[in-house]
Every structure is written in C-alpha cells, then in structure tokens.
C-alpha cells in the first residue's frame, strides 16, 4: 500500500486518501525524497529498491503515451527543487468530506511547493487581517 501511494504522491503531487493512510505515508514519502536529494547512484538504485520503478504514461490525442518513471521525476524534478529545504516536503490538508463506505475522515496529501498545491490553498498572507495605517498625530 506505502508504495502505491507514494508512486501516486510523486506522479501527481497531490493525492486524496484517509488520516491514517497519510500519516502512515508521509515518512517513507519524505525518506524517498532525502534519498533524491543525495543525487547519487547508490541512492537511485536504493529508491528503486523501495519503491519499485513504476511507468509514468500520460494521455495524448486519447492514447496512452510514455512520459517517464516515478524513480526518473523523483530525481530529476523532486529532489532538485528540495535541495534547499532541510525537511516537511509534505503536508495533510483536511477536507470536510467523507468516504462513502465507511465514513472516514479524507484528507490532501500534498508536496509542498509543487504549483497544483498552491492552486488549491489560498494564501495565508491574503486571507488575514489588513494591516492598519499609522496616523502622523
């Protein structure tokens, strides 16, 4: 299950699942992804190991088309953009619905800083107060 999702989380940088199953992700997501920054064969070969190297295909004029591997955007896409952050490329939105099944609560799973994520987070700057101007009296 870990992998399959992680595979998921890394193809579309977002994904939508339980409480339990994001905080059971979140750490082999991040783990993987300190693993990318290294840049190293030895890592790329352990990633593989972990997560297995699933195809990537996307859809061009209705067909199905190759457009690289989870492994392959892991590290030429994800690491590169955290080489600067120390940690937290992950985070758990809660969502106000539930699962039809058994009533659980779903949430975002989401990589931070990826341009899907900020599309459906309004900024937090822009939500708050305004600020209040200063009277020269």
């Known amino acids: 299950m870990r992998r399959n999702m992680v595979s998921s ?8 699942t339980t409480v339990q199953k994001a905080k059971e992700v979140r750490p082999f997501a991040e783990k993987l992804i300190t693993l990318a920054k290294k840049g190293t064969l030895a890592a790329r070969r352990r990633a593989i190991a ?7 295909y996307k859809e061009e004029d209705g067909e199905l088309v190759k457009s690289g591997t989870v492994v392959g955007k892991l590290f030429s896409e994800l690491g590169p953009r955290y080489l600067e952050r120390p940690g937290g490329y992950t985070r758990i939105v809660h969502l106000s619905r539930r699962r039809l099944g058994d009533n659980g609560q779903l949430v975002l799973l989401q990589l931070v800083g990826s341009p899907k994520s900020s599309e459906a987070q309004p900024d937090a700057k822009k939500a708050g107060k305004p600020k209040k101007k200063k009277s020269k009296e």
Do not use: K, P, W, Y
């Open 50 to 56: 972990m997560l297995n190297n699933r195809i990537i």
């Open 9 to 16: 989380l890394f193809e579309h940088e977002t994904i939508s």
